[in-house]
């Protein structure tokens, strides 16, 4: 059954502007929150290939059989070149009479006058009179023909092993990632959009693959085929490898130029991505909130601007990388006339054979062609360091504090839960709670109440210790929570919160979802206890239905029923909950109020309230307001007191009342029109 997290949402993000001055290492925003300085582009690789040292040995391999298929590539022109000279010798040696030497032969034609024609018949290894060694060509075509066919294999190989390296990489790196989220504390999502995030772990982590897949191997390869060719350049003519040699640097200045120019324009595009990513997931998921309000139109519009932003920031960066392959191609072509040229007059004058200036010529295209590539993988390789940048700042994000597991609770506690002096905030300068006390006896139901704002969800995420506190501590059985690690913790919680959150699967599976070994027996008797089996025998397939993501196949009351299904079914010592019954008609949420009250009855219970009718037999309420408990007592005991609760309560209620006597008022008032009618009618 898949898996679904949640996060808080943040407001929309501000849209990204791309300035002509941008820097990746100025502070940039995502959604609500500012996000750490970027990486220059060289720790960032580094980082990136950093990744691979785990496989050191496999990347040795691949860089091995690289090699071993560069060596066959560059050496093979040279012998193509040879196999050249043996035609060009064969023809122009059948050209001369037999039983002269060469240097005869060189003789005659200088005597002729045709010292051209001579520099080419020394320069030459000819026998006169005989013609092509079809032997030795059939020889060495065979050779050529055998070194590319290993070349090719072994580049098939490397392919084969590269590909599996960088898969365990990726492997890693995602579960790296996943296991980051986990130990993330809710903080870090408070002002992000999930629309980010999820880019973050989707698009970016596929971005980082693709570059290492392609890029890498591509620039390895390359890398060492500029090597090869130019030592063979050297090797064959040395005057003209330094004409082809030219090109380097200019190429390295327009890679150098271009390239950091686009690096930048390639954060941009991807932090562009996740903005627009985070409107969309807000659009799906608050689609039937967008149709309420009429505001379809205005989502499209903030669609079309994020939209626009993104295509801004992708068609600069695109174009800007763009042009490095052209420019460089541009050098290339250049560098290969001067050598086809000077190529041409050093045959003519004797300085080289045809078959060596064939091979150079060979030579200087593939020379061009890797410098090339690796100019095209520089967008590759730029667009994925760029994602790889916004990957390792969630990797570095602060992790929530490590687990401090010195003590143990039994299999169950008694719930027993008491707070002692409790400070905390969100933010340093705004304090939220301050020096709260409170005890929770076991079995007992507390339940919160107070306006908007004043900490009710708050004092119950401190319990389950999704933020830490600042000061103070929090007790269960008499054990200070921070000396038990959070899954401990939380073992010995059930909570329902106002969202019903629920998993592609079956009615069965999501019940279930408390507590994996719970029998099918045992699911019934919650969905029984919970009055969600009162729904799902109508239901053709029962408990095998399989309801859509999150739920949208059933009503709100039926998911919020299932949700506490799946809570009880844990059998916690503790259970929280947070406006369960909100989405629960008044029928419904009698009868689920009557099973609460007996499913509460060995645990002790924490329940928020707006809706204080759901909360008059509680133990004990606390009326907070401002992070602290201005009153605390029984529904009859802080009604008699008439303070802050007796305040919420006739506020809550007068609306009720008025409404009820404007009816009885509008029924007297049809009866006595009734009772007076006009004689005659």
Same mark, same amino acid.
């Given at each position: 059954?898949?898996? =679904?997290?949640?996060?808080?949402?943040?407001?929309?993000?501000?849209?990204?502007?791309?300035?002509?001055?941008?820097?990746?290492?100025? *502070?940039? &925003?995502?959604?609500?929150?500012?996000? /750490?300085?970027? /990486?220059?582009?060289?720790?960032?690789? =580094?980082?990136?290939?950093?990744?691979?040292?785990?496989? =050191?040995?496999?990347?040795?391999?691949?860089?091995?059989?690289?090699?071993?298929?560069?060596?066959?590539?560059?050496?093979?022109? =040279?012998?193509?070149?040879?196999?050249?000279?043996?035609?060009?010798?064969?023809?122009?040696?059948?050209?001369?009479?037999?039983?002269?030497?060469?240097?005869?032969?060189? $003789?005659?034609?200088?005597?002729?006058?045709?010292?051209?024609?001579?520099?080419? #018949?020394?320069?030459?290894?000819?026998?006169?009179?005989?013609?092509?060694?079809?032997?030795?060509?059939?020889?060495?075509? !065979?050779?050529?023909?055998?070194?590319?066919?290993?070349?090719?294999?072994?580049?098939?190989?490397?392919?084969?092993?590269?590909?599996?390296?960088?898969?365990?990489?990726?492997?890693?790196?995602?579960?790296?990632?996943?296991? /980051?989220?986990?130990?993330?504390?809710?903080?870090?999502?408070?002002?992000?959009?999930?629309?980010?995030?999820?880019?973050?772990? +989707?698009?970016?982590?596929?971005?980082?693959?693709?570059?290492?897949?392609?890029?890498?191997?591509?620039?390895?390869?390359?890398?060492?085929?500029?090597?090869?060719?130019?030592?063979?350049?050297?090797?064959?003519?040395?005057?003209?490898?330094?004409?082809? #040699?030219?090109?380097?640097?200019?190429?390295?200045?327009?890679?150098?130029?271009?390239?950091?120019?686009?690096?930048?324009?390639?954060?941009?595009?991807?932090?562009?991505?996740?903005?627009?990513?985070?409107?969309?997931?807000?659009?799906?998921?608050?689609?039937?909130?967008?149709?309420?309000?009429?505001?379809?139109?205005?989502?499209? *519009? @903030?669609?079309?601007?994020?939209?626009?932003?993104?295509?801004?920031?992708?068609?600069?960066?695109?174009?800007?990388?763009?042009?490095?392959?052209?420019?460089?191609?541009?050098?290339?072509?250049?560098?290969?006339?001067?050598?086809?040229?000077? %190529?041409?007059?050093?045959?003519?004058?004797?300085?080289?054979? #045809?078959?060596?200036?064939?091979?150079?010529?060979?030579?200087?295209?593939?020379?061009?062609?890797?410098?090339?590539?690796?100019?095209?993988?520089?967008?590759?390789?730029?667009?994925?360091?760029?994602?790889?940048?916004?990957?390792?700042?969630?990797?570095?994000?602060?992790?929530? *504090?490590?687990?401090?597991?010195?003590?143990?609770?039994?299999?169950?506690?008694?719930?027993?839960?008491?707070?002692?002096?409790?400070?905390?905030?969100?933010?340093?300068?705004?304090?939220?709670?301050? %020096? !709260?006390?409170? $005890?929770?006896?076991?079995?007992?139901?507390?339940?919160?109440?107070?306006?908007?704002?004043?900490?009710?969800?708050?004092?119950?995420?401190?319990?389950?210790?999704?933020? @830490?506190?600042?000061?103070?501590?929090?007790?269960?059985?008499?054990? *200070?929570?921070?000396? #038990?690690?959070?899954?401990?913790?939380?073992?010995?919680?059930?909570?329902?919160?106002?969202?019903? &959150?629920?998993?592609?699967? +079956?009615?069965?599976?999501?019940?279930?979802?408390?507590?994996?070994?719970?029998?099918?027996?045992?699911?019934?008797?919650?969905?029984?206890?919970?009055?969600?089996?009162?729904?799902?025998?109508?239901?053709?397939?029962?408990?095998?239905?399989?309801?859509? @993501?999150?739920?949208?196949?059933?009503?709100?009351?039926?998911?919020?029923?299932?949700?506490?299904?799946?809570?009880?079914?844990?059998?916690?010592?503790?259970?929280?909950?947070?406006?369960?019954?909100?989405?629960?008609?008044?029928? +419904?949420?009698?009868?689920?109020?009557?099973?609460?009250?007996?499913?509460?009855?060995?645990?002790?219970?924490?329940?928020?309230?707006?809706?204080?009718?759901?909360?008059?037999?509680?133990?004990?309420? !606390?009326?907070?307001?401002?992070?602290?408990?201005? $009153?605390?007592?029984?529904?009859? @005991?802080? !009604?008699?007191?008439?303070?802050?609760?007796?305040?919420?309560?006739?506020?809550?209620?007068?609306?009720?009342?008025?409404?009820?006597?404007?009816?009885?008022?509008?029924?007297? %008032?049809?009866?006595?029109?009734?009772?007076?009618?006009?004689?005659?009618?």
């Amino acid at each position: 059954m898949a898996r =679904k997290r949640s996060a808080a949402e943040a407001a929309p993000a501000e849209d990204l502007e791309l300035p002509d001055d941008y820097q990746p290492d100025n *502070d940039d &925003w995502t959604g609500s929150q500012p996000v /750490k300085k970027a /990486k220059h582009f060289w720790p960032s690789a =580094k980082r990136l290939v950093g990744l691979l040292a785990p496989h =050191k040995w496999q990347f040795a391999l691949v860089v091995l059989l690289v090699v071993g298929s560069v060596v066959l590539t560059v050496i093979a022109p =040279k012998i193509l070149g040879q196999a050249m000279d043996v035609i060009f010798n064969g023809i122009l040696g059948k050209q001369l009479p037999e039983g002269i030497t060469r240097e005869q032969a060189v $003789e005659a034609a200088r005597a002729a006058g045709n010292d051209q024609f001579a520099e080419v #018949l020394a320069g030459a290894d000819i026998v006169p009179g005989e013609g092509i060694d079809f032997g030795l060509l059939g020889r060495l075509i !065979l050779i050529v023909l055998g070194m590319y066919l290993v070349a090719s294999v072994l580049m098939w190989l490397q392919g084969f092993v590269l590909n599996r390296l960088v898969m365990n990489v990726v492997y890693r790196l995602r579960a790296d990632i996943e296991a /980051k989220i986990n130990r993330l504390p809710l903080s870090y999502f408070d002002g992000r959009q999930r629309g980010d995030v999820l880019s973050r772990v +989707t698009n970016d982590v596929d971005n980082i693959q693709q570059a290492l897949q392609q890029a890498l191997s591509q620039l390895v390869q390359s890398l060492l085929m500029v090597i090869g060719i130019a030592a063979m350049m050297f090797i064959v003519s040395w005057q003209l490898a330094l004409i082809a #040699l030219i090109a380097l640097p200019l190429s390295g200045i327009i890679a150098g130029v271009v390239g950091v120019r686009a690096q930048k324009l390639f954060v941009a595009q991807w932090k562009h991505t996740g903005d627009l990513n985070g409107h969309i997931e807000e659009s799906f998921t608050g689609h039937e909130l967008v149709r309420i309000f009429n505001r379809d139109a205005d989502m499209l *519009d @903030e669609f079309d601007r994020r939209n626009e932003g993104l295509f801004g920031a992708a068609y600069r960066a695109q174009a800007l990388s763009g042009t490095i392959m052209p420019a460089m191609q541009f050098v290339q072509y250049l560098s290969y006339v001067l050598i086809a040229v000077v %190529g041409a007059l050093r045959v003519t004058g004797g300085q080289m054979t #045809l078959g060596d200036v064939t091979a150079f010529i060979q030579y200087s295209r593939e020379f061009s062609q890797p410098i090339a590539e690796m100019a095209g993988m520089a967008n590759m390789l730029q667009s994925g360091v760029a994602s790889a940048e916004r990957t390792f700042e969630l990797l570095d994000a602060d992790e929530q *504090d490590a687990d401090t597991a010195s003590e143990r609770l039994p299999e169950r506690t008694s719930g027993h839960v008491q707070f002692e002096g409790v400070a905390f905030s969100y933010e340093p300068s705004q304090p939220l709670i301050e %020096g !709260l006390s409170l $005890e929770a006896r076991p079995g007992h139901t507390v339940a919160i109440v107070g306006p908007t704002g004043a900490g009710k969800t708050t004092l119950v995420n401190l319990v389950m210790r999704f933020y @830490e506190l600042n000061r103070g501590r929090i007790l269960l059985d008499g054990v *200070d929570i921070t000396h #038990l690690s959070r899954a401990e913790l939380r073992s010995q919680v059930g909570m329902v919160l106002q969202d019903a &959150w629920l998993f592609e699967g +079956t009615i069965r599976e999501n019940i279930r979802y408390g507590r994996l070994d719970a029998t099918d027996d045992e699911v019934v008797a919650a969905a029984e206890a919970t009055m969600v089996d009162r729904f799902v025998r109508q239901l053709p397939e029962g408990y095998d239905t399989v309801i859509s @993501e999150n739920g949208s196949s059933l009503s709100a009351g039926e998911r919020q029923l299932l949700t506490i299904a799946r809570a009880f079914i844990a059998n916690p010592s503790l259970l929280i909950l947070d406006e369960a019954t909100s989405s629960v008609d008044t029928r +419904t949420e009698v009868l689920v109020q009557q099973a609460m009250r007996a499913l509460r009855a060995d645990r002790t219970s924490f329940v928020i309230a707006h809706r204080l009718s759901t909360i008059r037999d509680a133990d004990t309420i !606390l009326m907070m307001e401002r992070g602290s408990i201005v $009153e605390q007592g029984s529904h009859e @005991e802080l !009604l008699a007191r008439r303070g802050a609760y007796y305040a919420l309560y006739q506020a809550q209620f007068a609306g009720e009342d008025a409404e009820e006597s404007a009816g009885l008022d509008a029924g007297v %008032g049809s009866i006595a029109s009734a009772g007076h009618e006009e004689p005659g009618r």
